[in-house]
């Protein structure tokens, strides 16, 4: 028997279509309708060899948050490439970038 788990998002927008807030829940990790700012969401088609993405933010996202989730998840994806690849080379490079990203965002001291 497969074993499911749910991811549930919710968006909540404006007359215009601007998202006015972001909620999520994973009810296998705990989290129940929790607020969110922002959101990328990636998703690999294998038939088309493309991804596909959903990038969320709510109109009240400061840019200075928004700059900290840039990098945090930069930082995060260098993380899973090394995980899936085991490549080493690429994995510093973009270690390397992540610093440089910081650096010119003035993020860390």
């Known amino acids: 028997m497969a074993i499911t788990s749910t991811i549930e998002l919710t ?52 840019v200075d948050e928004m700059k900290l989730f840039f990098h945090q998840t930069l930082v995060a994806m260098s993380d899973t490439f090394h995980r899936a690849t085991q490549d080493e080379k690429m994995t510093a490079t973009m270690k390397d970038f992540c610093d440089y990203f910081a650096e010119k965002l003035e993020l860390k001291k």
Not at 27 to 50: F, T
């Open 11 to 62: 968006v909540e927008l404006d007359d215009n279509r601007v998202p006015e807030k972001l909620s999520w829940t994973a009810d296998d990790g705990g989290i129940n309708n929790e607020e969110a700012k922002a959101m990328l969401l990636s998703v690999w088609d294998s038939k088309a060899q493309e991804t596909l993405r959903i990038d969320l933010w709510t109109k009240d996202m400061p």
